[in-house]
């Protein structure tokens, strides 16, 4: 998947619809494409829009929340992605969610930061998807319905704190070198500065040890945050170099 994320707020209250138009905007990979107050107005615009995300109100003035998680799934085309974003508490509501497939299910009110931790597991989850193969192994099956990986699954050792620091460090450095690009004159004018980064100048950048930021680096290319190339210099080993995906 390329671009950002389509997103559709189905919220009948306007106050608060605008709230969580601005959380998911705030977003760099989703981008909020329509919003319904009422059930009808969401299959309405499900099927005129066609986004890859619902937010999804469970209170809904016409038609129940859960009525309408039920109709997105027997729309014709691939599935929507749904988050369930309700003040109901009840176990029965969210068990009913959850056999409709929704991906997460935030109880409100919720934070920005909360709906930014879903917003990362969706993104995930979709990468996922569109990397996998058309027929899969049994590993690759129980990857797909195990879910993205979030902070709080972190490899032993890690934290979700300085993963973050190393994935802005990173981003900070292939920016810097990207704005350096073409910079100088003669021949080196029309050069293109690399915008990449090595272990050693994100750990420089963070202030920890290369190993350390070489385990975070391996772990966000591995959470498709991150891509790695080896690069070979004039000794003819291997440096491995880093760049956000």
């Given at each position: 998947?390329?671009?950002?994320?389509?997103?559709?707020?189905?919220?009948?209250?306007?106050?608060?619809?605008?709230?969580?138009?601005?959380?998911?905007?705030?977003?760099?990979?989703?981008?909020?494409?329509g919003e319904a107050r009422t059930?009808?107005?969401?299959?309405?615009?499900?099927?005129?829009?066609?986004?890859?995300?619902?937010?999804?109100?469970?209170?809904?003035?016409?038609?129940?929340?859960?009525?309408?998680?039920?109709?997105?799934?027997?729309?014709?085309?691939?599935?929507?992605?749904?988050?369930?974003?309700?003040?109901?508490?009840?176990?029965?509501?969210?068990?009913?969610?959850?056999?409709?497939?929704?991906?997460?299910?935030?109880?409100?009110?919720?934070?920005?930061?909360?709906?930014?931790?879903?917003?990362?597991?969706?993104?995930?989850?979709?990468?996922?998807?569109?990397?996998?193969?058309?027929?899969?192994?049994?590993?690759e099956v129980d990857q797909l319905?195990?879910?993205?990986?979030?902070?709080?699954?972190?490899?032993?050792?890690?934290?979700?704190?300085?993963?973050?620091?190393?994935?802005?460090?990173?981003?900070?450095?292939?920016?810097?070198?990207?704005?350096?690009?073409?910079?100088?004159?003669?021949?080196?004018?029309?050069?293109?500065?690399?915008?990449?980064?090595?272990?050693?100048?994100?750990?420089?950048?963070?202030?920890?040890?290369?190993?350390?930021?070489?385990?975070?680096?391996?772990?966000?290319?591995?959470?498709?945050?991150?891509?790695?190339?080896?690069?070979?210099?004039?000794?003819?080993?291997?440096?491995?170099?880093?760049?956000?995906?």
């Amino acid at each position: 998947m390329t671009g950002q994320a389509r997103t559709l707020v189905v919220e009948d209250d306007p106050v608060v619809a605008t709230v969580h138009r601005g959380f998911v905007e705030s977003h760099p990979r989703f981008v909020v494409v329509g919003e319904a107050r009422t059930g009808a107005d969401a299959l309405r615009l499900v099927s005129a829009l066609r986004p890859d995300l619902v937010l999804l109100d469970l209170h809904l003035p016409d038609i129940g929340g859960l009525d309408v998680l039920q109709r997105l799934r027997m729309l014709p085309g691939p599935p929507v992605d749904v988050v369930a974003t309700t003040a109901v508490r009840e176990l029965d509501s969210v068990r009913q969610a959850m056999a409709g497939g929704v991906l997460a299910y935030l109880v409100k009110p919720f934070t920005s930061a909360a709906l930014r931790e879903r917003l990362d597991e969706v993104w995930q989850r979709r990468e996922d998807v569109r990397r996998a193969q058309d027929t899969l192994d049994q590993d690759e099956v129980d990857q797909l319905l195990a879910g993205p990986r979030s902070a709080d699954r972190l490899p032993k050792g890690l934290s979700g704190r300085s993963r973050d620091l190393v994935r802005a460090a990173l981003a900070r450095l292939c920016a810097g070198a990207a704005d350096g690009a073409g910079a100088g004159t003669g021949a080196a004018a029309g050069a293109t500065a690399p915008r990449d980064a090595s272990a050693a100048e994100v750990a420089e950048a963070v202030g920890m040890s290369r190993v350390s930021a070489r385990r975070y680096l391996e772990h966000l290319v591995t959470e498709g945050y991150a891509q790695v190339a080896p690069r070979y210099g004039a000794t003819g080993r291997p440096e491995n170099r880093y760049r956000p995906a």
